[in-house]
């Protein structure tokens, strides 16, 4: 079976570091991804938008180079919102909690986090 990944690589003089880098294994195409701007957490959250029609929150140890897996298969969360596939997708520059997806149904949803692995629509 084929997978397809986002790759996630520290950049260290300008290039990217092949040993501090990380595969997020997914099923299908992965359209966009967005980082989290909460620079107070000892992770990096990083959200992708997915031909499968799925928004999948990812938690990865960022901030200690040793903690970073290099093969992650799964997510904290999928969000299954859409019922299509999902083209777009950013967190608020403003507030890491919210989390807006766009796709090929020609609707936006607004993605909310309510505590532990929990988001909601809003």
Do not use: Y
Not at 32 to 55: Q, W
Request: aromatic share 6%; glycine share 4%.
């Amino acid at each position: 079976q084929t997978h397809n990944f986002a790759a996630v690589h520290k950049i260290v003089n300008g290039k990217p570091d092949s040993n501090i880098s990380c595969e997020l294994v997914h099923p299908m195409l992965v359209w966009d991804l967005s980082f989290s701007n909460d620079c107070s957490s000892s992770h990096i959250s990083i959200a992708t938008a997915c031909e499968d029609k799925k928004v999948r929150i990812w938690k990865i140890a960022g901030l200690n180079d040793s903690k970073i897996p290099r093969h992650e298969t799964t997510p904290l969360i999928e969000i299954t919102s859409h019922t299509d596939s999902v083209l777009s997708i950013n967190f608020s520059p403003c507030n890491s909690q919210l989390l807006a997806s766009g796709g090929t149904s020609n609707k936006v949803f607004v993605h909310k986090f309510h505590g532990v692995d929990e988001w909601q629509d809003i």
